[in-house]
């Protein structure tokens, strides 16, 4: 198999066989090209189904291939079920990485030579550390706090972008010439269509095409898209914050960057306290400027209550100049993303006029907007963090848990004043009472501080629980007690006192990311508020057409449908044009291109059409009889947008009939498949920007999301060497198991598992099922000939109906580790079962061929090559099997399914009775006690049925059966069932025993009660749906050879001469009796 030189690779060089024969028969035949018809296809007759293009900046990998298994598998299951199928594949190469990765290459050839020579400091070299922390506020209704996202894995050891593409198997010459960033759009998709091929995609190929002006095609519908879209005016030129990279000089958008992915930037309000003269020497050097302490609130309706401002003592401090006038004392952090919002003298260039430390800052006296207290001190506090806001702090102890317990260790500590020389008049003594909060009264800090025990400002957890409880609760029900809004809600004002404070120039408004943002360029970004181009999402009517159209999608889970509610319920302006970068110019503004989420929204449609213009050429589209410059926006929109035929248009006419006919036959898009982490952009503005661009008939249909993917348990790191390429899995495993074992790495939107021990065991199985079955039709006279005639003929060709109705089912709801399950692994366990059952009999010729058919056709959607390989050249089938047809199946007989389920475990059940027997008389002989002796040999089996239950079990079972609401699959309470048999075991004279019988009733009373609800009312019946001695007596011979004797007697427990036959064992049946669905087995000498 893989992974260990002493194994053998004999079986999974004889799947990599298979696959490249089945891949010439495909490619020969053209399986896959998929065509449009004339008449408009009726439900079901087509799928169209897609995947988000890929980015090629490196090869597929296994990642990739898990989220496009799941479109492959539902597109294989429609191509056999007999629709018309089409799955396309394009290739991403807009914006930022590819350029950024090439102009590294650049800059490490001009700093190290070519190739360069780097020192082993160099190789080692980090990227900057960022800290991941919590917001100091809880989120607010309706606000959405993201958790890290799968890239910020990716900040880790930082290696020179040479030795990436060493790592990709290039050598140094071929290296040098990626610094072209166009390399690497010739490079990747031909090396990705390769991979794919080989994995078996069931793709129309000549559909597919690369993105950028690269290709002038794709570059003409992206500007007509973009010309529509601002024609309706959900394009706008606008001035706003977003998060910006400095190095690049532009923003830096989801998929530009390396970590914070769908961070977005967190408004303050930054509150000027102004330092009151005279200056101390350090500050020096800032005479004659207004000199302030700029301290960053997400709360100014509780300045009010300030009593001191707060200063890390060893943090690092500048004095900036924010204008000719104007010095903010801040870190370097935040005064970078101040300059980059036209606060600094030089605009994006912070200006330091002064170094300084925390402990310089202490004991500066303050004047605070809304501050009760003139005059108010800079004091220590320990456990600011410089990465957040601007590390300086106003102080709220009434309603600042934080700011509570800083001030009450200050007070308390003597040692701590002397020690960073805080004076005595510099503590403020009182606190300000301003908000009452409902349960928490007018100094709600002190209040959860004392109700939580929290000791010290170190008390970390403590204080996140105390603001956990406050801080929402202020905002929703506090009213306020200070100023000229005394009596009002706070959630009223907030927003009238932030205007207030920034119309009056004490205060102004200030953006940073929401969390640390690293561009793929390796810069830390800011916040940044800039003129550019923005898509009007959220905008009221067109998100009410995007709820509507996501009220009408196949989702396959409620975690994915929440996931989209939410992001329409924040989502908002999206700046769609950049400076730097790959793709297409604005069409009104080409200083600008066209960002990388932006031209990926429509390109479904691009698909339907793509074949006509590249037919295999996935660039100029060198073959088409059809110019870039003939598809204007007239064509455009007479194609896609139900737009009047183009009579100016040269193109002729029966190529644009052939293409608006391409169009209308495949959409709307049935299926789009992708990682989850896309809901919060890609897939959503998918969502807006169809319903905005066409008519609803065309909006999508379904989006299926998924989790990541871990290997081995491990997350995917190539750092660690636990990652696998598309082409390295194949090389390893083989395309059929690599496929399989995505199948069953797991369905849901939870990250799955793609275990390489799976692809291992799935090389053995199939490998050994090719064996089997060659083996089988070798000698295929001996099968038993006729109809199916057996019980166990029945039961196999009952689970064979059973398998195909719940892998179909399973296929429908794109849940493919349980169709493997139902198709393959169930399939196989019933088939095993079977070869069991027959004995000396044999198989039945029908149901093996049958047998055969079936799994070849249930497997083919995830082995697809190992489906047609059986198909051709095993079976002799005629045609492909990827076409062949769903398998036929009749009614599943469940009753059947249950009494094989019941005849299976009483065998298991009779083994462990016997050798209980067998061991329990071994160990009373040793102990000299007196058994009846049962030899090892030579026994015969007793069995014993009792097919209705009676007694107190009857009486608990029909109280169960009036108890029960069927409707709502649910009981009457505990307390009335019983009183109800309390009352029913008085009649019968038991009433003395009601304790002793309640304690045998409520475990059978819970394990019916589950049942029922499980499987339905028919758990609450007296008898099984079948005959028991029956299927017992019909299978003795099985029994014989499974419990391994040679005489086996069925009896009625309920007939006394059947008793009497165990002899002095009867004992055992009072001991064990048995019921409905478990016999009681006793063995006794021949």
Known sequence: MASSDSKSFVRRDRLLEIEVAVRKWWEDEGVFLAESRKD???????????????????????????????????????????????????????????????????????????????????????????????????????????????????????????????????????????????????????????????????????????????????????????????????????????????????????????????VQPQEYTLIKMEVVKPFPLKLGPLEGKRVFLAAATLRPETMYGQTNAWVL?????????????????????????????????????????????????????????????????????????????????????????????????????????????????????????????????????????LDLKIKSQNDKDKLAEAKRLTYLKGFTEGTMLIGEFVGRKVQEIKPIIKTKLIESGEAILYSEPEKPVMSRSGDECVVALTDQWYLTYGESEWRHMAEECLSNMNLYSEETRHGFEHTLSWLNQWACSRSFGLGTRIPWDEQFLVESLSDSTLYMAYYTVAHIFHDGDMYKGSKSLISPQQMNDDVWEYLFCDGQYPKSSDIPADALSKMKQEFDYWYPLDLRVSGKDLIQNHLTFFIYNHTALMASRNWPRGIRCNGHIMLNSEKMSKSTGNFRTLKQAIEEFSATATRFSLADAGDGVDDANFVFETANAAILRLTKELTWMEEVLAAESSLRTGPPSTYADKVFENDMNIAIRLTEKAYKDCLFREALKNGFYDLQAARDEYRLSCGTGGMNHDLIMTFMDVQTRLIEPICPQFAEYVWRKLLKKEGCVVTAGWPASNEPDLVLKGANKYLQDSIVLMRKLLQKQLLGSKKAAKKGTQVTAVADSNLKGLVYVNEQFDGWRAHCLQILQSKFDQHNCCFAPDAEILAELREILQKDGQAENFKQI?????????????????????????????????????????????????????????DPNDVAKAGPHASLLKQNPPSPGSPTAIFVNR
């Open 998 to 1054: 309640q304690k045998l009733c409520m475990p059978f009373l819970k394990f019916k009660k589950d049942e029922a609800i499980a499987i339905g009312s028919q758990a609450l019946n007296l008898k099984l749906p079948f005959r028991e001695m029956e299927v017992l007596q019909s299978n003795m011979d099985l029994i014989k050879r499974q419990v391994g004797l040679e005489e086996v007697e069925i009896y009625s427990a309920s």
């Open 313 to 449: 003592p060893d943090g690092k401090y500048g004095a900036y100049e924010i204008s000719e006038t104007d010095v903010f004392i801040l870190t370097e952090r935040a005064a970078l993303n101040l300059a980059y919002q036209n606060f600094s003298k030089i605009p994006q260039k912070p200006s330091c006029l002064v170094e300084l430390t925390g402990s310089d800052l202490i004991g500066l006296p303050l004047r605070s907007p809304l501050a009760v207290n003139e005059i108010i001190y800079a004091l220590p506090m320990l456990t600011i963090l410089t990465n957040k806001g601007t590390g300086i702090v106003t102080s709220v102890p009434s309603d600042a848990p934080d700011d509570y317990m800083a001030l009450h260790d200050l007070t308390a500590k003597p040692a701590l004043r002397a020690k960073y020389g805080v004076k005595d008049e510099w503590v403020p003594s009182e606190i300000v009472p301003i908000i009452n909060i409902p349960e928490f009264g007018d100094k709600a800090a002190e209040k959860v501080c």
């Open 40 to 262: 408009p296809p009726k439900e079901g007759e087509k799928f169209f189904a897609t995947f988000p293009f890929p980015y090629m900046n490196g090869y597929l990998h296994i990642g990739h291939a898990f989220s496009l298994s799941k479109v492959d598998f539902a597109s294989a299951y429609h191509r056999l079920r007999g629709a018309n199928v089409l799955l396309p594949f394009g290739f991403h190469c807009t914006g930022m990485p590819i350029k950024a990765s090439a102009d590294k290459l650049s800059r490490e050839i001009q700093q190290f030579g070519n190739p360069p020579v780097f020192t082993a400091q160099d190789n080692t070299k980090q990227a900057p550390e960022v800290e991941e922390v919590e917001s100091d506020t809880p989120a607010l209704p309706g606000q959405f706090k993201g958790k890290k996202s799968k890239v910020a894995a990716k900040a880790g050891g930082q290696v020179y972008q040479w030795e990436i593409m060493r790592s990709f198997g290039l050598t140094d010459s071929e290296i040098a010439k990626f610094q072209d960033p166009y390399e690497w759009l010739y490079y990747f998709p031909p090396l990705a269509v390769e991979d794919l091929r080989a994995y078996g995609l069931g793709c129309d190929w000549r559909r597919s095409f690369v993105t950028t002006d690269v290709n002038p095609f794709f570059d003409a519908f992206v500007r007509w898209q973009m010309r529509k879209l601002k024609s309706m005016g959900k394009i706008v030129k606008d001035r706003r914050y977003t998060i910006y990279s400095p190095l690049d000089g532009q923003p830096c958008a989801d998929h530009d960057r390396a970590t914070g992915e769908g």
